[in-house]
């Protein structure tokens, strides 16, 4: 589960329902244990909780693990290009810029941009539009 994980936290720290239906009722009032078991078993029923009311939870039952898992994307390269290419395109293109020596395919594309940029780029180091 890509998002913080309310039902292991409510049973690896043996948290009544009903104290988690408290702290969500503060929010959204007409919510109840029946509910609450459906969204924490989301998968079955197709049911999430609001972030909000999610993260009101785990403020309150688990602060030190919230704060853990909120830590900043440490990557300096953040944006992305994409393509689709056919299957063979794909194979052909792999199988090139490994024999040129590129590790993986973001390698070569960062390459091959940083290299247009220099030779149409304008003084400031962008691409002419």
């Known amino acids: 589960m890509g998002k913080y994980d309310l039902q292991r936290l409510r049973l690896s720290h043996s948290i009544p329902m009903q104290e988690m239906v408290d702290v969500i009722q503060s929010r959204y009032p007409?919510?109840?244990k029946p509910l609450l078991s459906k969204?924490?078993?989301g998968q079955i029923y197709g049911i999430d909780l609001k972030s909000d009311a999610?993260?009101?939870v785990a403020k309150t039952f688990d602060p030190e693990g919230w704060e853990k898992r909120r830590e900043k994307d440490r990557h300096t390269l953040k944006y992305g290009v994409r393509c689709r290419m056919?299957?063979?395109e794909f194979?052909?293109?792999?199988?090139?810029?490994?024999?040129?020596g590129f590790?993986?395919?973001n390698a070569?594309?960062?390459?091959?941009i940083q290299k247009y940029i220099r030779e149409e780029g304008?003084?400031?180091g962008l691409g002419s539009a």
Request: aromatic letters at 10%; glycine letters at 0%; hydrophobic letters at 40%.
């Open 30 to 32: 007409k919510m109840d």
């Open 39 to 41: 969204c924490l078993n």
């Open 54 to 56: 999610i993260q009101a």
């Open 86 to 88: 056919t299957k063979e």
């Open 91 to 100: 194979e052909a293109f792999s199988a090139k810029y490994r024999a040129d």
């Open 103 to 105: 590790p993986d395919a």
């Open 108 to 112: 070569w594309v960062r390459h091959a």
């Open 122 to 124: 304008d003084a400031d």
